[in-house]
């Protein structure tokens, strides 16, 4: 299946789960996971920013980093941007922080409150380089649209 299709019916799918659904942390594992399911990346997970910095939240992958700093590694560049990053190669991207030896891509989008703060990141890694492109940051964006728009209503 193209990929633009397997995003059209994951955005769908997602609409549906959440829908109604208030309770951020249930949201956000079934988000991961839907996602992971649909498109078998190595790690999908949010950080939440919480006390001055990104925070583990729910996710689906391999152990992963508890707490990433503003502005630091790709997450915290997102966060610091307010934008999303794509990375075609995690080693050459200053500052990358390795959670896992086994990532090698990485597309990092933002979810915003309802005064238009990021509250979070959505972080997702492959183990092969360049996976993401266009399409990929396109429908996540969507996606993380739909999640902040359901859980941090203005």
Not at 29 to 58: H, I, M, Q, S
Request: aromatic share 10%; net charge negative; proline share 3%.
């Amino acid at each position: 299946m193209e990929k633009r299709e397997i995003y059209r019916q994951l955005l769908t799918q997602v609409e549906s789960l959440i829908e109604g659904e208030t309770n951020r942390i249930s949201v956000l594992a079934n988000v991961t996971a839907a996602v992971k399911e649909a498109l078998a990346f190595f790690w999908v997970g949010f950080y939440l920013v919480e006390n001055d910095e990104l925070a583990l939240g729910p996710f689906q992958g391999s152990v992963a980093c508890y707490h990433i700093g503003y502005g630091k590694g790709v997450c915290g560049t997102a966060w610091a941007r307010r934008q999303t990053v794509v990375v075609e190669d995690v080693e050459a991207f200053p500052g990358h922080i390795a959670c896992s030896s086994l990532s090698r891509s990485e597309i990092v989008v933002p979810l915003f409150d309802g005064n238009g703060e990021v509250a979070g990141v959505l972080d997702i890694d492959s183990t092969e380089l360049a996976t993401f492109d266009e399409v990929d940051k396109e429908w996540l964006e969507r996606l993380c649209a739909v999640v902040s728009h359901n859980l941090y209503r203005p």
